[in-house]
């Protein structure tokens, strides 16, 4: 079965402007509460929303909630994958619009059959979703995340990666990726 993760800050500071604080606080707390409503609803074995600050009535019953490491996104995205020990897929926390049915192919029983990763990419450049056969953390740590390319160079990071060799210095392993994606799976919502 598949881990559905859910990464969370404080702020949404993409949204100011045009939107005060206050207003862009809100609007993420929306997101984030239809974003966890569908999360409760998908046929997952685990799901869990990695959190900065404390969850508040918006949090659904059946969610684990689990600290958010420090650093920058990429090392937060790392650790949440490193939670995990099974396939694992990382939604957007603003993700309001998408369905269980628009995750369906990457969360089905055979959906790690003949693929290592699912990749959800959005129209700003990024991804919404991300999916890993093995979710190692050295897969997305360091992609440049406040870039219009970060989808491009994660997608690239996914099908480049190498596997290590045995005699690979403890050093490299760390910051390495430790399999390479043979195939890649576009998620598209419907």
């Known amino acids: 079965m598949t881990t559905l993760l859910v990464i969370a800050g404080r702020v949404k500071t993409r949204l100011t ?29 685990r799901r869990v929303l990695v959190l900065e600050g404390a969850p ?7 969610i684990e909630v689990v600290a958010q490491s420090t650093g920058p996104l990429s090392e937060r995205l790392a650790a949440a994958f490193g939670l995990c020990s099974e396939p694992a897929v990382l939604i957007a926390m603003d993700t309001p619009q998408v369905t269980p049915d628009d995750l369906a192919p990457a969360l089905a029983a055979d959906a790690w ?18 999916g ?17 390319e970060i989808g491009a160079v994660q997608r690239r990071r ?4 190498t596997p290590l060799s045995p005699a ?12 390479k994606c043979t195939t890649v799976n576009p998620l598209l919502p419907s």
Do not use: H, I, K, N
Not at 27 to 44: F, G, H, N, R
Not at 117 to 128: E, I, K, L, S
Not at 169 to 179: E, H, I, Q, R
């Open 56 to 62: 508040g009535d918006w949090l659904p019953p059946g």
């Open 113 to 130: 059959q003949d693929c290592d990763a699912w990749f959800g990419p959005a129209v700003d450049g990024g991804f919404w979703a991300l």
């Open 158 to 161: 996914l099908t480049d990666a």
């Open 17 to 45: 402007p045009p939107y005060s604080p206050a207003e862009a606080a809100r609007l993420a707390e929306a997101a984030l509460a239809d974003t966890l409503a569908m999360v409760a609803a998908a046929p997952v074995r």
């Open 132 to 148: 890993l056969a093995e979710p190692d953390p050295g897969l997305v740590r360091g992609v440049p995340t406040s870039s219009p």
């Open 168 to 179: 690979s210095p403890a050093s490299w392993a760390s910051s390495a990726a430790v399999w």
